[in-house]
Structure formats: C-alpha cells, structure tokens
C-alpha cells in the first residue's frame, strides 16, 4: 500500500519507529553526558543533602536550607536561595535533587536546537547557573561555540573554572544588562536557550474569567514582566532568523501565552512546529520555540490555542467536557449561580492534591477534577427536564 505522493506506509511506520528509537537514544546520550559532568542521578534525597552538607560546610548548609524553606513558602525569592550556593559541585547537587527533569529538558533543547545547528555556530545560553548543561551539550556538540550568562556571579567563574574550555566561555551578566549591550556582528549568535531561565514569582496573579488568553489580566502581565529580560536579552544576542528555545514551567495557557507574548514584543515569532509540551512524570513543561524575526509576528490566540491542545490530545473527550483552565473557567461561571447539590471529595494522587466535586447546577450535572499540577478536568452533561419527563409519563 501507497499513500498518496508519499513514502510506503511501512516505510513510514519504519521512519517514525526510528524517529522514536533515536529521541530515546538522544536521552540516553544527554543523561549520560550530564553525569559525567557531575549531575547525580537516582540519589535519594537524604543522600544529597548528606553530600551538599560536606561541601557546604554544617552551618552553610543550614543557611541554605532555611534560603530553601523561605523559598518554598514564598518568603524569599529565588535569587536569595541561589546566592547561598557558591561553587559547581554545590549547585549541581542541588540540581540533582530533580536530576531527571534536568536532563530531559535538557535533551528536548538538543533535539530542537543543537543537534542539527551548523557546524560551528554560536549558541548562547542564558541562566546557565552551574553550567553542567552547557557542558553536557559540548560533549556532544563539541564543534559548536557556546557562550553561557547568568548573573549569579560566584557560580558563573566556578563554572567557567570547571567547564570553559576554548569553545565554552561563561561569562557574569544579568538579562538587562545584556538586553541593553551593543553586540558585534561577530558575537550574535544563531542559536539562543534557556532552560528553567526564568525566576516566576511563588505568589500567581488571579486569572481573567474573561478570556484565558486576556492580556489585561493580572496574571498575564505578571508572566510577561517576568520574562520580558530573558527575551529582550535572547533577542540582542540572536541573529536575523536565529533558533531561540526556552524550557519553561507553564502547567497553564494562560501563562504559556504570557510567555510568548514577552518573547514578541522582544522580537521573535513563534514556531508552533518544533514547540511543544512535555510531561516528566506527572510534571507538565513547556519548550517554547522562536525564531528571531525582523518584524513583529504575533501568534493568534487561535494559533496558540491549537498548540496548547496539539500535544495533549483529551483522553476520550466528548462533547461538553472541558480540560485545564477552560475546565476552570466553565467551573467558575457554573457555580456563579450555583442552584443544585453538591458532592466534595479531596484526594492525593502521587504529589498531585486532587478536588473531586460532582452535582448539578443550572440544568447541568457536572463531575469536577481539580489537580495541583494543572490537569483539570470538567464534564457536562445536561439534566434531563422533568417537564418533559412527567408530559412522557403522563401521555403514556
Ligand atoms: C531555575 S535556575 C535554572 C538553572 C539551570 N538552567 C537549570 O535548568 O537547572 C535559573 C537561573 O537563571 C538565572 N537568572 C534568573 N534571572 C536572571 C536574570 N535576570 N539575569 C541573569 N540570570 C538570571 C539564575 O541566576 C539561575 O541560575
């Protein structure tokens, strides 16, 4: 059998079988590679933090772990946090503590960006942190010129001690200050990427129930002016036409579509092709891909909207049934006017806090499924009317 003008199916199952095996086998290099550069993967959590404490010192340690717990509540930021590590071995254990994660992010970045870029391009990488990303990718791009930023200073000299090598220079600098800085013709790169590059505040803006994708919205322009440095940076150090591709955690549209917004106003159109979304366990992330443009081509909500929905299709999904924050949404305004019975339930599925609610409202049932991680769920299905119900059993 032939499909029309293509190849035989066979040989296309045989293709994609292949495009499958050899994304496995880009994992297996890239987790390789990151472990040899120090990552530490499988180490129980006790077991890290024995070792950071033997490098930190006890009362370091200590000061790191109360950065971690004011972190955790929201009463610090993550620029306080990260100023309590000071040398390689220190962050990379700290990064081990979600080893797995790093390294798919990691490899999704070399799939889409490293691995087919032009034999010596230039790649920039911006919040590099402990650099053993960048180190990682040089082993396996060893021709291409990396440069990597951040602006945490003591870190960014201990990696350039560890990792730089002629083809990789880390370099001290914040987002702004590189948004700003003239860049020779020279240093602009055709390749620019961030993974986990943004510090996204503890405490979220409410959404809009007008639109997921409101710019007006509180969260929308909190995301934007929380990304808005990284993309003006990428932007500077990038190319005409560059490939720029950020690993980010967007669990919601709504901030997904606050991040692209940030990446074209500095200058970057979306490419819905090569961005996708992905799951490291029951984690959702986002790889956000661009292209440095010379005008500003900004994606429709529709477009954005047939993305997000492209990669996770819903499972048996029927007429009336909502997910994510359309499933939020729907929610809000059903029980505006909420008239009918209720049914609550709380649940813990894995690290994921889960809110089961079932009831009727406004001629609806409806069964609720509220995640932690993002994964909601709605479905409506319409009361059946009990005039009807009565005229039937009456006229019978
Ligand atoms: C969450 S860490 C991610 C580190 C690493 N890429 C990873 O995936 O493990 C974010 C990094 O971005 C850097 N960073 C955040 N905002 C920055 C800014 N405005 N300028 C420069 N670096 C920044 C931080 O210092 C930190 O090293």
Same mark, same amino acid.
């Given at each position: 059998?032939?499909?029309?003008?293509?190849?035989?199916?066979?040989?296309?199952?045989?293709?994609?079988?292949?495009?499958?095996?050899?994304?496995?086998?880009?994992?297996?290099?890239?987790? $390789?590679?990151?472990?040899? !550069?120090?990552?530490?993967?499988?180490?129980?959590? /006790?077991?890290? $933090?024995?070792?950071?404490?033997?490098?930190?010192?006890?009362?370091?340690?200590?000061?790191?772990?109360?950065?971690?717990?004011?972190?955790?509540?929201?009463?610090?930021?993550?620029?306080?946090?990260?100023?309590?590590?000071?040398?390689?071995?220190?962050?990379?254990?700290?990064?081990?503590?979600?080893?797995?994660?790093?390294?798919?992010?990691?490899?999704?970045?070399? *799939? +889409?960006?490293?691995?087919?870029?032009?034999?010596?391009?230039?790649? @920039?990488?911006?919040?590099?942190?402990?650099?053993?990303?960048?180190?990682?990718?040089?082993?396996?791009?060893?021709?291409?010129?990396?440069? !990597?930023?951040?602006?945490?200073?003591?870190?960014?000299?201990?990696?350039?001690?560890?990792?730089?090598?002629?083809?990789?220079?880390?370099?001290?600098?914040?987002? =702004?200050?590189?948004?700003?800085?003239?860049?020779?013709?020279?240093?602009?790169?055709?390749?620019?990427?961030?993974?986990?590059?943004?510090?996204?505040?503890?405490?979220?803006?409410?959404?809009?129930?007008?639109?997921?994708?409101?710019?007006?919205?509180?969260?929308?322009?909190?995301?934007?002016?929380?990304?808005?440095?990284?993309?003006?940076? /990428?932007?500077?150090? !990038?190319?005409?036409?560059?490939? +720029?591709?950020? @690993?980010?955690?967007?669990?919601?549209?709504? %901030?997904?579509?606050?991040?692209?917004?940030?990446?074209?106003?500095?200058?970057?159109?979306?490419?819905?092709?090569?961005?996708?979304?992905?799951?490291?366990?029951?984690?959702?992330?986002?790889?956000?891909?661009?292209?440095?443009? +010379?005008?500003?081509?900004?994606?429709?909500?529709?477009?954005?909207?047939?993305?997000?929905?492209?990669?996770?299709?819903?499972?048996?999904?029927?007429?009336?049934?909502?997910? $994510?924050? $359309?499933?939020?949404?729907?929610?809000?305004?059903?029980?505006?006017?909420?008239?009918?019975?209720?049914?609550?339930?709380?649940? %813990?599925?894995?690290?994921?806090?889960?809110?089961?609610?079932?009831?009727?409202?406004?001629?609806?049932?409806?069964?609720? @499924?509220?995640? =932690?991680?993002?994964?909601? /769920?709605?479905?409506? %299905?319409?009361?059946?009317?009990?005039?009807? %119900?009565?005229?039937? *059993?009456?006229?019978?």
């Amino acid at each position: 059998m032939k499909p029309k003008g293509g190849k035989p199916v066979r040989a296309q199952a045989t293709s994609a079988l292949r495009l499958r095996e050899s994304a496995a086998r880009t994992f297996e290099r890239v987790t $390789d590679a990151l472990a040899d !550069a120090g990552l530490v993967f499988g180490a129980p959590e /006790a077991a890290l $933090d024995e070792a950071a404490a033997a490098v930190m010192g006890p009362r370091r340690f200590a000061r790191h772990q109360a950065a971690l717990a004011a972190y955790v509540d929201g009463r610090a930021d993550a620029r306080a946090l990260y100023a309590t590590l000071r040398d390689v071995r220190e962050a990379v254990l700290f990064q081990s503590h979600d080893a797995v994660v790093a390294a798919a992010a990691a490899t999704h970045v070399f *799939l +889409s960006a490293l691995q087919d870029a032009a034999p010596k391009a230039r790649v @920039v990488e911006l919040g590099a942190f402990s650099g053993v990303m960048t180190a990682a990718w040089a082993e396996l791009r060893p021709d291409l010129r990396y440069r !990597a930023f951040d602006r945490h200073r003591p870190l960014i000299s201990a990696a350039a001690e560890m990792y730089g090598r002629r083809n990789i220079a880390f370099e001290a600098a914040s987002y =702004s200050v590189l948004a700003r800085r003239p860049v020779s013709r020279a240093e602009a790169a055709a390749v620019v990427v961030s993974v986990f590059g943004i510090n996204s505040d503890f405490v979220e803006a409410p959404y809009s129930l007008r639109s997921l994708l409101d710019v007006e919205a509180p969260l929308h322009k909190q995301a934007k002016s929380e990304a808005r440095d990284l993309f003006r940076a /990428a932007r500077r150090l !990038a190319t005409e036409g560059a490939v +720029s591709v950020h @690993v980010l955690r967007a669990p919601r549209i709504a %901030r997904a579509f606050a991040y692209l917004d940030a990446a074209t106003e500095a200058g970057f159109a979306f490419d819905a092709d090569t961005s996708k979304r992905f799951m490291v366990g029951d984690q959702p992330f986002l790889l956000l891909a661009l292209r440095a443009a +010379s005008a500003k081509e900004a994606a429709s909500p529709a477009t954005f909207r047939s993305f997000w929905l492209r990669d996770a299709p819903p499972p048996d999904a029927e007429p009336g049934d909502f997910f $994510d924050d $359309d499933a939020v949404l729907m929610y809000e305004s059903l029980i505006d006017r909420r008239a009918g019975r209720s049914r609550s339930t709380k649940a %813990r599925a894995r690290t994921a806090a889960t809110r089961r609610e079932s009831g009727s409202a406004r001629g609806f049932r409806y069964e609720l @499924v509220l995640a =932690s991680d993002g994964a909601h /769920a709605l479905r409506l %299905r319409p009361t059946i009317p009990s005039v009807r %119900r009565s005229f039937r *059993l009456g006229g019978a």
